[in-house]
């Protein structure tokens, strides 16, 4: 304990002096080094972690199937199972049942907390990964069989290669790899089995491990985020969102355009309308004090997206879009970072089936989200954009019902840059690519770096090793073989790293 408290004590001064080298030198990376033998090692075990890859893919672990949910308990079982034969301690923390239908419930797969060393001398790290997948079916598209490891071209095809399988596994390749030198830091993992449907009762997990398993935890890692291009890059923030619905009545029925059409107040009209002075058509966003808790851009965030690796001809290639609303890589990247934006979904209770229905709709929902940014408040923005609709439905003077429910308030998160984890994986970057990282956020939203922060008081980083075009809950996911192997090197080279801070 009282070595725990000296290391403590250190922390502060260690990140003065690192900022003040910072400031003083043109970078503080580590030279590549030549002939690493930890480097060698992972080279020399590629192909045994490409198998255990092959037989990762292999289980379905689609978490949204119930008919599955035994291929994902079997897939964490196959975690645990690997995460002891190498060395770490192991619980299977149980998280009850869940109600998928009314009146029908699932057992929820357990959350792996594992350990690897418990030195008090030594700085404690978590890693967070998920072992469920997204659905997939060749008939969607797939060139393979979407659980069958393909191997073509450099890439690894296969349903979870890349989210979260494959970077999942080279976190645990790399600290199987830098143990056989010795471990310099504590590693702790928690990974789950339900988050691409939401995380169930994770986050009551994490506040009722607090001040157990997360009672020595230094720094939280996310293993699950691609890089912005072939760059490797380090997510340091991302967007929140808060999703909305309209939902707008008129007659008791459904009725028919023929028999009223001309003579009631629709209720889609009402909600096209309402739909309509969301956003202007540049996309900026049309109620009122909606920017007002939005940061300025400091002149020293704009230098973070002049270096950034990004080729906006490449997105159009992708995308097929012709223009954006943006035109430069600076703009398009900020706008997509770090300013708000409001997206239109869909609506809920219209006709959507092929051929003509000429029915006027008794109820309509529609559908859409605010990615906020910080220091936005999800609860502040609840009540904008409630006010804001009211006032123009009562301008309409319709004599339809209106009304406002928030859905989703996901708030946004924001790291500093300057903790010792962002140095080290910074450092680590140097050492295994000799390229200075992109710092990037996440236009996204991902809750549970916010929970992390919010509840634990840790600080969080996403380091993860997909690629830009990995495809992740699309068809034809993959991971390059180059970012699955040099991305094993960057997960060592960061515990090594993390060692000196």
Same mark, same amino acid.
């Given at each position: ?25 043109s ?11 930890? &480097? ?8 045994e972690y ?7 893919? $292999? ?26 034969l190498?060395? %770490?301690?192991?619980? !299977? ?11 029908t ?10 350990? &690897?060393?418990?030195d ?22 797939w060139?393979t ?9 450099g ?8 989210d979260?399988? %494959? ?20 590693v702790?993992? &928690? ?9 169930? *009762? ?15 935890v ?14 490797p ?14 939902e ?10 023929g028999?009223f059409? %001309?003579?009631v107040?629709?209720a !889609?009209?009402?909600l096209?309308?309402l ?11 049309l ?5 007002d808790?939005?940061?300025?851009v ?5 230098e ?15 995308? *097929? ?11 398009i990247?900020?706008y ?5 934006s409001?997206?239109i ?7 959507s ?8 709709? $008794?109820?309509v929902?529609?559908? &859409? ?6 220091k ?13 609709l ?18 989703i ?51 969080? !980083? ?18 390059? !073989? ?15 790293e993390?060692?000196?801070?």
């Amino acid at each position: 304990m009282q070595a725990m408290i000296a290391w403590k004590e250190n922390y502060q001064t260690k990140i003065f002096l690192l900022c003040i080298v910072s400031l003083l030198s043109s970078h503080v990376f580590l030279s590549p080094v030549p002939n690493d033998p930890l &480097f060698k090692h992972i080279d020399d075990h590629k192909n045994e972690y490409i198998q255990r890859l092959k037989a990762w893919v $292999a289980i379905e672990s689609d978490s949204s199937d119930p008919s599955k949910r035994d291929q994902v308990e079997h897939m964490m079982q196959v975690t645990k199972d690997y995460i002891l034969l190498i060395g %770490g301690k192991v619980e !299977m923390a149980e998280l009850g049942e869940q109600e998928y239908l009314p009146g029908t419930k699932l057992p929820l797969p357990p959350v792996i907390l594992a350990e &690897f060393g418990n030195d008090a001398n030594k700085p404690t790290v978590c890693f967070y990964g998920h072992m469920d997948v997204q659905p997939a079916k060749k008939v969607d598209g797939w060139n393979t069989d979407p659980y069958t490891l393909t191997e073509k071209d450099g890439n690894l095809y296969g349903r979870g290669t890349s989210d979260d399988k %494959g970077q999942v596994l080279a976190l645990l390749h790399a600290v199987e790899s830098v143990k056989k030198f010795g471990l310099p830091v504590n590693v702790k993992l &928690f990974i789950e089995g339900m988050e691409e449907v939401g995380s169930n *009762g994770l986050q009551r997990l994490v506040e009722e491990k607090k001040d157990t398993f997360f009672s020595d935890v230094d720094y939280i890692v996310v293993t699950d985020t691609p890089w912005l291009s072939t760059k490797p890059g380090i997510t340091y923030g991302a967007r929140g969102n808060c999703y909305f619905f309209i939902e707008v009545e008129g007659a008791r029925r459904d009725l028919h355009s023929g028999g009223f059409g %001309g003579t009631v107040h629709e209720a !889609m009209s009402d909600l096209v309308y309402l739909l309509g002075v969301l956003a202007d058509v540049n996309g900026k966003i049309l109620i009122p004090g909606i920017y007002d808790d939005v940061l300025p851009v400091s002149e020293q965030e704009k230098e973070l997206y002049k270096d950034l690796v990004f080729d906006l001809e490449d997105l159009q290639r992708d995308t *097929g879009v012709n223009k954006f609303l943006q035109s430069t890589k600076e703009d398009i990247l900020m706008y997509r970072w770090r300013f708000p934006s409001l997206s239109i979904h869909g609506i809920e209770g219209a006709f959507s089936g092929s051929g003509t229905k000429t029915v006027i709709p $008794a109820k309509v929902i529609g559908k &859409f989200s605010i990615r906020q940014v910080p220091k936005m408040n999800p609860s502040v923005v609840e009540k904008k954009v409630s006010d804001y609709l009211e006032d123009k439905f009562a301008e309409r003077k319709s004599p339809n019902k209106m009304k406002v429910t928030m859905v989703i308030g996901a708030q946004p998160w924001l790291a500093n840059m300057s903790e010792p984890q962002y140095l080290a994986a910074r450092n680590a970057v140097k050492r295994v690519f000799n390229v200075e990282a992109d710092m990037i956020r996440a236009g996204g939203t991902i809750p549970i770096a916010k929970d992390f922060e919010d509840i634990l008081g840790k600080s969080v !980083m996403l380091l993860g090793i997909g690629g830009p075009d990995d495809a992740p809950h699309g068809q034809n996911e993959k991971i390059s !073989m180059y970012n699955y192997i040099e991305g094993t090197k960057l997960y060592a080279s960061f515990l090594q790293e993390l060692a000196s801070f």
